[in-house]
C-alpha cells in the first residue's frame, strides 16, 4: 500500500512563490509516474502536471505552464512542485498522485492520491 | 484538447440503480482508457473504476463501468444504491498523453 503525505501548502501572497513536497512510503516510487492535481474551493478536480520515473518526460496543463515546475528525488522518495508567480486562481488543495500501468502496460492512470495541501493565494 | 461532460447531479432512491455519464467531446471514447474516482466531502478522491470497467480492489460489485462508442461516452453504474454512496463522481481520460477530468457528477441517494 503506497501512502503519499503532501506538505508545504499555506497562505501567500499573488505573485509569490511556493514549493510543495509529497513524501511516499511503501510501494515503490521511483518506478511510477507522479502528478499534482488540484482542487479549488467547491469545484473539480483539475489536472496539473505529470512526471515520469526517470524525469524524462514532463507535461503541464496550459493554466499553470511556465509558472510552474514539478520535479522529483527517488533517492528520498520525494515530488515536488515548485509554483511562482501565483494567482488567485491557483487557490486549491493540491493533491499527489501516483499513477499505476495498465495491465497491458500500455499507459498509466491515477490510482493512488494523497491527503493533500491547501495553498490559499490571497492578500 | 478535450472536454468530458458529466451531468451536475443525479439522485435516487436506497436499493435502486443510477448512472451516471462522461461524454467526450472531441476523438474516440475508445481510444483511451476512461477511469472513474469517487470523493466524499472532506476527503481525497479513491479509485472506482480504472481501465473502463475493472473494479478497484475492495470496490463491490455493484459498481460498474463500460464505454458506448455510439455516444462517444463512458458511464457508471451503481445498483442497489446505499447511502453510503452518496458522493461526488468524476471521470478520467487522456488526449493524447494528455489527461483531463470530467467536471464530477454529485450523486444524492435520497
Known amino acids: 500500500e503506497v501512502h503519499l503525505v503532501e506538505s508545504g501548502g499555506t497562505l501567500v501572497k499573488p505573485g509569490g512563490s511556493l514549493r510543495l513536497s509529497c513524501a511516499a512510503s511503501?510501494?515503490?516510487?521511483?518506478?511510477?509516474?507522479m502528478n499534482w492535481v488540484r482542487q479549488a474551493p467547491g469545484k473539480g478536480l483539475e489536472w496539473v502536471s505529470s512526471?515520469?520515473?526517470?524525469?524524462?518526460?514532463?507535461i503541464y496543463a496550459d493554466s499553470v505552464k511556465g509558472r510552474f515546475t514539478i520535479s522529483r528525488d527517488n533517492a528520498k522518495n520525494t515530488l515536488y512542485l515548485l509554483m511562482n508567480s501565483l494567482r488567485a486562481e491557483d487557490t486549491a488543495v493540491y493533491y499527489c498522485?501516483?499513477?499505476?500501468?495498465?495491465?497491458?502496460?500500455?499507459?498509466?492512470?491515477?490510482?493512488?492520491w494523497g491527503q493533500g495541501t491547501l495553498v490559499t493565494v490571497s492578500t | 484538447n478535450f472536454i468530458l461532460t458529466q451531468p451536475h447531479s443525479v439522485s435516487a432512491s436506497p436499493g435502486k440503480t443510477v448512472t451516471i455519464s462522461c461524454t467526450r467531446s472531441?476523438?474516440?471514447?475508445?481510444?483511451?482508457?476512461v477511469q472513474w474516482y469517487l470523493q466524499r466531502p472532506g476527503s481525497s478522491p479513491t479509485t472506482v473504476i480504472y481501465?473502463?470497467?475493472?473494479?478497484s480492489s475492495g470496490v463491490p460489485d455493484r459498481f460498474s463501468g463500460s464505454i458506448d462508442i455510439s455516444s462517444n461516452s463512458a458511464s457508471l453504474t451503481i445498483s442497489g444504491l446505499k447511502t453510503e454512496d452518496e458522493a461526488d463522481y468524476y471521470c478520467?481520460?487522456?488526449?493524447?498523453?494528455?489527461?483531463?477530468f470530467g467536471g464530477g457528477t454529485k450523486l444524492t441517494v435520497l
Open positions: 498522485v501516483r499513477d499505476q500501468p495498465t495491465r497491458d502496460f500500455s499507459t498509466t492512470y491515477p490510482a493512488s
Open positions: 511503501g510501494l515503490s516510487f521511483s518506478s511510477h509516474t
Open positions: 512526471i515520469n520515473s526517470r524525469s524524462s518526460y514532463i
Open positions: 472531441s476523438g474516440s471514447i475508445a481510444s483511451n482508457y
Open positions: 481501465e473502463n470497467d475493472q473494479r
Open positions: 478520467h481520460s487522456y488526449h493524447g498523453n494528455t489527461p483531463a
